[in-house]
């Protein structure tokens, strides 16, 4: 499977070029155009109703497309922002809900409860993303890579979490040391992570910018 990530960093759209008896599987409705000598499917996305079930807690949707046969495939996330790649290589990775876009079809996704990032405000649930093959994350806005080092730390705003690669481990704690200044700062909570291991956040925050549109129309109304 060879793919390409075009059109980036704000209406980044990802071609994936297929060969015969290769397969690979997408969110529904990530699917932009697709040659003619390409087969498009919809499954469940999970075993099973337990299976399923676990899968739309990691953000997956119910059903998933999955493509197979010979020519390109061109998705995209429903959202402006960015595509990132990152080869599992037999490694998880864990992901903000809904940063799923696509993968190779042995990819395995489940949930991981996060009580963390409950507190920090974003979903209970992380993605857990295992196998040996290519995922596709999607963000709103650039994404950024910051490798750690062993011992090294690094504080992202809870709103702008793309990934990080397990290992990473991180806690929720106050943007400043000062609870009034959190609050004057808008900052509130950030997560600090520990490295070794890459960090992924974006540099949009999508829920502040609905809340940004919230207002404009409250005010228009007004």
């Keep these: 499977m060879k793919y390409s990530i075009?059109?980036?960093?704000?209406?980044?759209?990802?071609?994936?070029?297929?060969?015969?008896?290769?397969?690979?599987?997408?969110?529904?409705?990530?699917?932009?155009?697709?040659?003619?000598?390409?087969?498009?499917?919809?499954?469940t996305s999970g075993k099973g109703i337990l299976g399923i079930i676990?899968?739309?807690?990691?953000?997956?949707?119910?059903?998933?497309?999955?493509?197979?046969?010979?020519?390109?495939?061109?998705?995209?996330?429903?959202t402006p922002g960015d595509i990132?790649?990152?080869?599992?290589?037999?490694?998880?990775?864990?992901?903000?809900?809904?940063a799923y876009l696509a993968g190779s079809s042995d990819l395995t996704l489940s949930a991981k409860g996060s009580m963390k990032a409950m507190i920090s405000g974003e979903d209970l649930f992380l993605?857990?993303?295992?196998?040996q093959g290519t995922v596709f994350l999607n963000s709103y806005g650039v994404i950024i890579e910051k490798e750690l080092a062993a011992g090294e730390s690094y504080r992202v705003d809870t709103g702008h979490i793309v990934a990080f690669e397990?290992?990473?481990?991180?806690?929720?704690?106050?943007a400043s040391k000062s609870i009034i200044s959190s609050f004057?700062?808008?900052?509130?909570l950030v997560c600090e992570f520990q490295g070794p291991g890459k960090l992924y956040?974006?540099?949009?925050?999508l829920k502040g910018f609905a809340k940004l549109?919230?207002?404009?129309?409250?005010?228009?109304k007004s």
């Design 54 to 78: 676990k899968s739309m807690f990691s953000g997956e949707g119910m059903f998933v497309s999955s493509y197979s046969g010979t020519g390109e495939v061109y998705l995209a996330p429903p």
């Design 213 to 220: 549109l919230k207002s404009l129309t409250q005010i228009k």
């Design 84 to 98: 990132m790649a990152y080869d599992l290589g037999g490694k998880t990775l864990y992901a903000q809900n809904g």
């Design 184 to 188: 004057l700062s808008k900052e509130g």
């Design 166 to 174: 397990e290992g990473v481990n991180y806690s929720v704690r106050k």
């Design 6 to 43: 075009e059109n980036g960093p704000a209406f980044t759209t990802l071609k994936v070029e297929l060969a015969s008896g290769e397969d690979f599987r997408s969110e529904g409705g990530a699917m932009v155009g697709m040659s003619s000598g390409i087969d498009l499917k919809t499954e």
């Design 127 to 131: 993605q857990k993303i295992t196998g």
């Design 201 to 205: 956040f974006q540099n949009r925050d």
